[in-house]
């Protein structure tokens, strides 16, 4: 039996993966443990993986597909089975009207959308349903069903692209290639020498479509970026957290000349292990520690009770081209400064790889967002609910510090606590800063 695989699911929340790369091809001999493909969750690009082997004989779903949970994605042949007959068996020798019949499982995902057939790009086929819907019989454009989702995302208007499929059928590249501002010249030259009945549709359309690119090209052109799984959940967790949180926010300023002493020095000392330390691993101890004082800000707020978490469990945002991740130190008061910076590492280094697991990207009871790497002097951060409090770093500075009756230079760090005020009062804010200004003014405080 052919082996069937599908959308896995790769986060707490997520009910559909977009396909953002696939990492094999038809007729790639795969191995368990293998990468398959990039997918995009609603909380990362995240990797899928094999959980058998075989050779891959069919890819349903092409890159860009939105695919829901369990919906077949591709088929593999197990070792000793033949390829060549098993594809044979799913396409019954016809490849895409024998694929439904032979129980190859969905070739159609539950909302309608095409498969990879459908929508080959290249367009083999046509769906005259799609081609006659776009303007009516007089404006009549056409386009795949993909073409069209895209361009409705990307408020693209059709009658302004030049299709490359057949009879001037507009395709996926071709909505690429116009968002991006390309010509699409040599894709309608390969349409009008693919027969006879492309080349008048395609010649038709010709010269409509360069207007639009050479107007980009005389100006800067706009750029028109589809949001991303990631960047629509944020954008989607954000407006829920400012439109659901009566938020306060607390500011100090923490003078950190010893604890930038005590870093460097401990910073020689580990050298030999190539470990250095930075102001960010003193912040997550001293707060993982002040959390234990605090445990009302170590809480979520739910709507007939709000729990007091068990761990202290540190999330940090981490900044990717698709948008905020945040990875989770689990149980950081208990972890050395040393160890802080290894696990901090290793999930940085694995969110830049797409490599983070669910594990490492749930459970945080609190987290910190820091923007002192680019020289911020203070900052408030949008709580990440359900926590009820989240930390905002600014950058370490030489400012103007009084002691007694002279004013003398100093590093100072600005912190400001955004807090949930349904669950966390003015004053347990304060409290709450106070101690880890006392941490990180007295660092030797964080031994005992």
């Known amino acids: 039996m052919p082996i069937e695989v599908t959308m896995p699911k790769l986060s707490p929340t997520m009910e559909t993966g977009v396909i953002a790369q696939w990492l094999v091809k038809v007729g790639d001999q795969i191995k368990e443990g293998d990468v398959l493909a990039d997918i995009e969750t609603d909380k990362a690009t995240m990797q899928m993986k094999s959980y058998e082997d075989g050779t891959i004989v069919r890819i349903d779903r092409p890159a860009g597909d939105e695919v829901a949970l369990g919906d077949r994605v591709m088929v593999l ?253 689990q149980n950081a008061d208990s972890l050395g400064l040393a160890d802080i910076r290894r696990q901090s590492e290793a999930l940085v280094a694995a969110a830049r790889g797409n490599n983070l697991s669910t594990d490492q990207l749930t459970g945080a009871t609190f987290t910190i967002s820091n923007l002192g790497m680019y020289g911020v002097r203070q900052f408030d951060a949008i709580i990440n609910l359900p926590e009820v409090a989240i930390l905002a770093v600014a950058a370490a500075e030489k400012r103007p510090v009084v002691e007694g009756d002279k004013l003398v230079p100093g590093t100072v760090l600005t912190v400001t606590l955004s807090a949930d005020h349904r669950a966390v009062d003015g004053a347990m804010a304060a409290d709450f800063l106070r101690t880890l200004k006392r941490l990180l003014e007295e660092p030797a405080m964080m031994l005992l």
């Open 77 to 329: 042949a197990k070792p000793g089975e033949d390829p060549k007959e098993v594809e044979s068996k799913l396409a019954g020798g016809g490849e895409k009207k024998a694929a439904k019949p032979a129980g190859a499982g969905p070739v159609h995902s539950g909302n309608g959308q095409p498969t990879v057939e459908d929508e080959a790009e290249d367009g083999v086929a046509e769906d005259s349903e799609s081609d006659s819907a776009a303007n009516g019989e007089a404006g009549r454009v056409k386009a795949s069903p993909l073409a069209r989702k895209m361009a409705a995302a990307s408020r693209v208007d059709l009658t302004k692209v030049r299709g490359s499929g057949p009879s001037g059928r507009i395709v996926r590249r071709d909505i690429d290639d116009f968002l991006a501002g390309k010509p699409a010249a040599p894709a309608a030259a390969k349409a009008a020498s693919g027969g006879a009945k492309a080349a008048p549709a395609a010649a038709a359309k010709a010269p409509a479509a360069p207007a639009p690119v050479a107007a980009r090209a005389a100006s800067p052109a706009d750029e028109r970026i589809p949001h991303t799984r990631m960047r629509k959940t944020i954008a989607q967790r954000m407006v829920q957290s400012k439109q659901s949180v009566p938020e306060i926010h607390v500011t100090v300023d923490i003078r950190v000349d010893k604890l930038v002493a005590i870093r460097e020095e401990l910073n020689r000392a580990l050298a030999a292990e190539k470990l250095k330390l930075s102001l960010g691993d003193f912040v997550t101890k001293a707060v993982a520690m002040a959390l234990r004082k605090h445990p009302g800000l170590n809480a979520t707020f739910e709507e007939d009770a709000i729990v007091r978490k068990g761990s202290v469990n540190i999330g940090f945002a981490v900044a990717l081209d698709a948008g905020l991740i945040v990875p989770v130190v």
